[in-house]
């Protein structure tokens, strides 16, 4: 079996004694462009043009921002946020993985549905956020519809830290699963946001079933708001 390089040269797979899935997932990573710019750029992973293309869009990240993003393991994400919100910047990494050090950024080593995961968040990131962001997804087993709903789990606990964390006027980007948000669920998140969109960004591989949830426009800690609406 052949595949071409990112320079266009041919490379032979041995197939023999290798599964089939990976096999697929070695061609797919030879003739994918995004993994071969993202090697040449010194990104952790090719999901970093995904939120790059996903800033680009809806202009996410301001200098000297507060960053918190979860599941950042390998650190792909992490390094376009901290590039982004500049030297006065502050980020905030956190996974259950090891995370490589990356310059300017506070790695935080955590299971982000644990009961004292807010107060683990705020000992390190010391005041609100600006951009909340998660890039989890649970690990498949195959059976799509199980998989949406661990998945559906992690984006929840990443919501609850960006209720938690946010500041007014914040953004919360979050991965799901196509058929997004259940309708109960997307009713949370519009009484929460002034805006809310589902988006594939073109770093997204075709064949993928991910979509991200970008909500913008953050109105506020519930107790703030019910404050505002008594006033």
Not at 31 to 57: C, H, M, Q, T, W
Not at 84 to 97: E, K, M, N, P, Y
Not at 150 to 163: H, I, P, S
Request: glycine share 8%; proline share 3%.
């Amino acid at each position: 079996m052949t595949a071409k390089s990112s320079d266009g040269r041919g490379l032979r797979l041995r197939s023999k004694g290798r599964k089939a899935s990976s096999t697929r997932w070695l061609e797919r990573q030879l003739n994918d462009p995004y993994v071969a710019a993202a090697k040449s750029k010194g990104y952790r992973s090719r999901a970093a043009f995904k939120l790059i293309e996903l800033d680009d869009k809806f202009h996410l990240f301001k200098e000297g921002a507060t960053v918190i993003d979860l599941g950042a393991a390998p650190g792909g994400w992490t390094q376009i946020a901290r590039s982004r919100v500049g030297a006065r910047g502050h980020v905030v990494a956190a996974d259950i993985l090891d995370i490589e050090p990356i310059t300017g950024v506070e790695i935080l080593k955590m299971d982000i549905s644990a009961y004292d995961a807010l107060e683990q968040l705020r000992a390190v990131s010391m005041k609100d956020a600006d951009v909340v962001l998660s890039d989890m997804a649970a690990p498949t087993t195959g059976h799509r519809a199980t998989d949406h709903l661990r998945t559906v789990a992690l984006f929840e606990a990443a919501l609850e830290v960006a209720e938690a964390m946010l500041k007014p006027g914040g953004a919360f980007v979050g991965k799901l699963f196509q058929g997004g948000a259940a309708p109960e669920l997307l009713g949370r998140l519009k009484k929460t946001f002034r805006e809310v969109k589902h988006v594939k960004p073109p770093a997204s591989r075709a064949q993928s079933v991910e979509l991200y949830l970008v909500a913008l426009g953050f109105r506020g800690k519930s107790q703030d708001r019910s404050a505002t609406t008594s006033a």
